[in-house]
């Protein structure tokens, strides 16, 4: 059993560790509601249980028809708060754990995403090399084919310049 010296001690180092994690400045903020709740909790249940503790030294109740004096009662009220502050403090830690198992998952999913963008952008870099390499393979064997086309043109347009010159030769040549 924790007493409330400690536990304050405990809050105390949870609130200044806060600076040094890595977490936004919101979730940061948000914790520090959550542990200024827990103080004002923590606080709340000091103050009635030193109101208790003096009322218990100070008063003493009549005795009633039973016989006992009433401060069984107040043991037993007493008690019951205690055990009404434990279970809210039970059900915050409870909450907590259920918001850093979510964050826990959450990180994880993120990092899956991140992994698989990361694959992701080396498939494409990989594919944009080869569409390059393949671009550059297609444009010349373009130009070449440009070049070849060119020169079967000049080639066809001196050949037909032969045959009419050797027919106007040959026509010139007749009487």
């Known amino acids: 059993f924790v007493t409330q010296q400690e536990l304050e001690q405990h809050v105390a180092r949870l609130d200044a560790a806060l600076t040094t994690l890595p977490l936004t400045n919101a979730e940061i903020q948000r914790r520090r509601r959550l542990i200024q709740h827990l103080k004002t909790t923590s606080h709340n249940n000091r103050n009635y249980n030193d109101l208790m503790s003096n009322s218990n030294s100070s008063y003493t109740s009549p005795p009633d028809s039973t016989g006992s004096s009433g401060v069984g009662q107040q043991k037993q009220q007493q008690q019951s708060h205690m055990s009404t502050a434990m279970r809210q403090q039970d059900d ?20 899956d995403e991140a992994r698989m963008h990361v694959n992701l952008l080396g498939e494409m870099e990989t ?44 026509l010139g040549l007749s009487p």
């Open 92 to 111: 915050m830690i409870d909450e907590l754990a259920v918001g850093v198992s979510r964050l826990r998952d959450q990180t994880q999913v993120i990092h």
């Open 127 to 170: 594919n944009l090399e080869a569409a390059h390499q393949g671009l550059d393979e297609e444009t010349k064997r373009a130009a070449k084919l440009k070049e070849d086309q060119s020169v079967w043109r000049l080639q066809l347009i001196v050949a037909g310049l032969s045959v009419l010159g050797f027919l106007l030769l040959f």
